[in-house]
């Protein structure tokens, strides 16, 4: 059974950092698209960054571009988020989702609303 779990939210101070994961089971890792969103009270849920099945490249919407870097360990079926220079609005709920993708590029594209498998996602909340 495929199976997306988030972890690393909690309540940082503005300009702080947080490094979220997302563990996956059930499928070939290695094969799949990973994609972060997130979503905040009140709002739709957006695209936050794109990863390529292989890790070699990556995407970003233009709001987080410089301050969150997205990686991945194929080795421990591990996706992570590194999230820097936090600020208010970047609370929000953090979800990841996988789709079989193999070899295409990262794109928001690739990485969109309507990917197969979804976790529950960690919350992030960024205030003073």
């Known amino acids: 059974q495929l199976r997306l779990v988030e972890s690393g939210g909690g309540l940082v101070q503005p300009g702080e950092s947080l490094r979220l994961s997302c563990a996956a089971s059930?499928?070939?890792?290695?094969?799949?698209?990973i994609g972060w969103f997130r979503q905040a009270p009140g709002k739709e849920r957006e695209g936050v960054s794109c990863?390529?099945?292989?890790?070699?490249?990556?995407h970003y919407a233009d709001s987080v571009k410089g301050r969150f870097t997205v990686s991945r360990d194929n080795a421990q079926n591990t996706v992570f988020l590194q999230m820097n220079s936090l600020k208010p609005e970047d609370t929000a709920v953090y979800y990841c989702?996988?789709?079989?993708?193999?070899?295409?590029?990262?794109?928001?594209?690739?990485?969109?609303?309507?990917?197969?498998?979804w976790g529950k996602g960690t919350l992030v909340t960024v205030s003073s």
């Open positions: 990863i390529s099945s292989s890790g070699k490249s990556t």
């Open positions: 989702a996988a789709e079989r993708a193999p070899h295409a590029i990262a794109s928001k594209t690739l990485c969109h609303i309507d990917m197969d498998y």
């Open positions: 059930g499928f070939t890792f290695d094969y799949y698209a």
